[in-house]
């Protein structure tokens, strides 16, 4: 194992087994960009602090920026036996910048440092996955652009309930992302706290500039209580909890496309370029890429009550069992990323099948609530007006006619409140045009939705263009 960084007080040599159990660098390298941002920032503050010389200062930055252009080229590859990131790191950096690297970890333990460095990653992070959602949003809105005309049954219950346009089924998708951005934003908030100066559980001697640590760090607080900073790990629990619920939504659209993209159902395709074949049935297309959506949601959910699950019981403060926070929160990283961008191509891709969601237009009922309605600004108590179209919808039914074919005169049989107006409502498109209150699937209103999505969603990516 690489050069420890606590072997003073050992006399025995740690068993090889435990090393290998202990050692998290196969893990935690992905941190290493952190770690010199961190380090970077800790050297200028040790020198402002009058620990450091500037020419002691000045070589380690030389030093941490050849590492870093080192570790960039190849030249330094992220491997070897070492017990963390931490040790790699410092061992690099001796070997660029001498023995004033053996002064840089004055002020600070690994207990601090590992939740900074993880503080700064996932700052990055949720930059880069804030962006893959809001591309998926634009698929989403340009999808519903592209389909802007089309009728598709609203469901409950999986049963038909109401005639709703497409593109306001997607929107559907797009709010929920929207609240999953916010909830990725909002947790950054949380998690710009610098616990330096905590160093492993209650803090240190010297005279460290912590505001000034925070602002080459760009964090806006210093933490206020040490034990609090080295154990807090509430920011990666709640980034957990954020991805999963992106997960879930991502989940659900992927379980509606499987669905949709059925013999049965028949409403779209998938396209080629995100589908499988069988090894066994040569006819098979199968939505494998919107399957493996829907079941990474669970990978997701489980990351969240693993590192819950560790966390829950722990005393305070810094405790190895914080080491297993890594894997939980890298792999959540990747799959809500890898998810995201897998989906963007698959909306993209998708195409609907016209001719079925024509066909189904006013196959059903979904007017019948509107008729309800209907009777009701006649002034007809809305209890009594459901009973008489429920026994509506039963008569026809019964004659096999649809809500579409029946005369004015039928109509009136059912009340004589029901006249030209009423008529309008039994086509689906009729029953759309009606539904005009907010937040319905009026065509009007749903084609300010998208207009008001493109727009948003266009002057963010300008500003994150020239961000
Ligand atoms: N690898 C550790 C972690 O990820 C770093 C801190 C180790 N601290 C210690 N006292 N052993 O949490």
């Not at 000045?58 to 252009?69: Q, T, Y």
Request: aromatic share 8%; glycine share 8%.
């Amino acid at each position: 194992m690489g050069n420890k960084l606590w072997g003073g007080r050992f006399v025995e040599k740690t068993d090889r087994a435990m090393e290998e159990f202990s050692s998290s660098f196969a893990v935690d390298r992905r941190l290493w960009k952190a770690e010199l941002a961190a380090t970077e920032a800790h050297v200028r503050v040790l020198a402002r602090g009058g620990y450091l010389s500037r020419s002691e200062e000045a070589g380690l930055l030389r030093g941490l920026k050849s590492l870093r252009s080192g570790i960039l080229s190849g030249a330094i590859p992220l491997e070897g036996d070492w017990e963390d990131v931490h040790s790699f790191v410092l061992a690099h950096l001796e070997k660029k910048a001498g023995a004033a690297a053996r002064k840089v970890h004055a002020g600070r333990s690994r207990n601090d440092l590992v939740s900074l460095d993880m503080r700064l990653y996932l700052r990055e992070e949720i930059v880069r996955l804030d962006s893959l959602l809001a591309r998926l949003q634009s698929a989403l809105t340009a999808k519903g652009e592209e389909y802007a005309g089309v009728v598709i049954p609203a469901y409950t219950h999986l049963q038909r309930a109401q005639p709703v346009l497409f593109a306001h089924h997607l929107l559907a998708y797009v709010e929920m992302l929207d609240r999953d951005r916010l909830r990725l934003r909002d947790l950054g908030r949380r998690l710009e706290v610098l616990p330096a100066g905590s160093a492993a559980a209650g803090g240190n001697t010297l005279d460290l500039d912590l505001k000034l640590m925070a602002g080459l760090l760009g964090f806006p607080k210093v933490s206020p209580n040490s034990l609090d900073a080295v154990s807090d790990r509430d920011f990666v629990l709640e980034f957990l909890s954020a991805a999963a619920l992106a997960g879930l939504h991502f989940s659900r659209l992927a379980e509606e496309l499987v669905l949709w993209s059925t013999s049965e159902f028949s409403f779209v395709e998938l396209g080629e370029a995100f589908c499988t074949g069988s090894s066994f049935l040569p006819h098979k297309r199968n939505p494998d890429s919107a399957e493996l959506v829907r079941a990474k949601a669970g990978r997701l959910l489980g990351n969240f009550t693993a590192l819950f699950a560790t966390v829950k019981g722990l005393p305070l403060s810094y405790n190895r069992d914080l080491q297993e926070d890594k894997r939980p929160l890298f792999d959540s990283v990747d799959t809500i990323g890898d998810s995201a961008a897998v989906l963007c191509g698959v909306i993209e891709s998708l195409k609907v099948n016209l001719a079925v969601l024509k066909r189904l237009e006013d196959e059903d009922y979904g007017a019948a609530p509107d008729l309800a309605e209907y009777l009701v600004k006649k002034g007809m108590p809305f209890r009594d007006a459901h009973r008489l179209v429920g026994g509506m919808v039963v008569s026809l039914a019964r004659s096999g006619c649809k809500l579409n074919e029946i005369s004015i005169q039928e109509l009136r049989k059912f009340s004589s409140e029901f006249d030209d107006g009423a008529l309008k409502l039994l086509s689906a498109r009729g029953s759309l045009r009606a539904r005009a209150a907010f937040p319905g699937s009026h065509p009007g209103r749903v084609k300010a939705n998208l207009r008001k999505w493109r727009r948003k969603l266009e002057a963010e990516g300008k500003k994150r263009g020239r961000g």
